[in-house]
Structure formats: C-alpha cells, structure tokens
C-alpha cells in the first residue's frame, strides 16, 4: 500500500513562484507513474503535470512553460513559476504502477492519492 503526503502549498502573489512535494511511502515508488492534480472551488479535478517510470513528462496546456515536474527516488515535486489567480487550487499527488498510454492526466488511471495541499494566488 503507498502512502502519499504533500506539503510546501501557501500563499503566493500572482508572477511568483512556488515548490510542492510529495513524499511516498509504504512502497518502492521509483517505477510508479506520478502525476499533480489540482482542484480549485465549484470546479472539476484536472491533471496538471505527470511523470511516468522514467523522464517522460505530460503537462496540462494551461501550466506548459510555467510548471515543471520532477522526482528524486520516493519524492515528486512540482515547481511553478509566474503563478497566476486562477492556478489557486488544492494540489494532490497521485501514483499507479501502470498508466494507459494518453491517459497520464486522467484522475481514474491512479490508485493512490494524498489528501493535497492547498496553494493561493493572489493578484
């Protein structure tokens, strides 16, 4: 069973920057598939950023550029930068041993989940 912890969400004025972690835990990670969602007020959960076995890495169209994903044995990271109002959301980590291929930033592809970290921009 893996366990997932996130931390390092705040508050951020909007063109700022900001680094989130999730540390992983109960399993060897290593070859898991990871991604970041996010879920703002009123809104829907959408895929943000994810990273499969290796160094492939997926991004939402609204983060490309702006966001960047990484990981370091058992912790993923996603680092944002010129953070506007509306990347204002809870922000979780996800992991699964196996992802169908596209399907990267589909919530229903991971089994485990954290119970997220909430980052605010404010303009």
């Known amino acids: 069973q893996v366990q997932l912890v996130e931390s390092g969400g705040g508050s951020v004025q909007a063109g700022g920057s900001l680094t989130i972690s999730c540390a992983a835990s109960?399993?060897?990670?290593?070859?898991?598939?990871r991604a970041w969602f996010r879920q703002a007020p009123g809104k829907e959960r959408e895929g943000v950023a994810a990273?499969?076995?290796?160094?492939n890495t997926d991004y939402a169209d609204s983060v490309k550029g702006r966001f960047t994903i990484s990981k370091d044995n058992a912790n993923l990271y996603l680092r944002m930068d010129n953070l506007k109002a509306e990347d204002t959301a809870m922000y979780y980590c996800a992991a699964d041993r196996a992802v169908g291929r596209h399907r990267s930033l589909d919530g229903t592809s991971y089994t485990y989940w954290g119970l997220g970290t909430e980052v605010t921009v404010s303009s």
């Open positions: 990273i499969d076995r290796g160094v």
């Open positions: 109960g399993a060897p990670t290593n070859y898991y598939y």
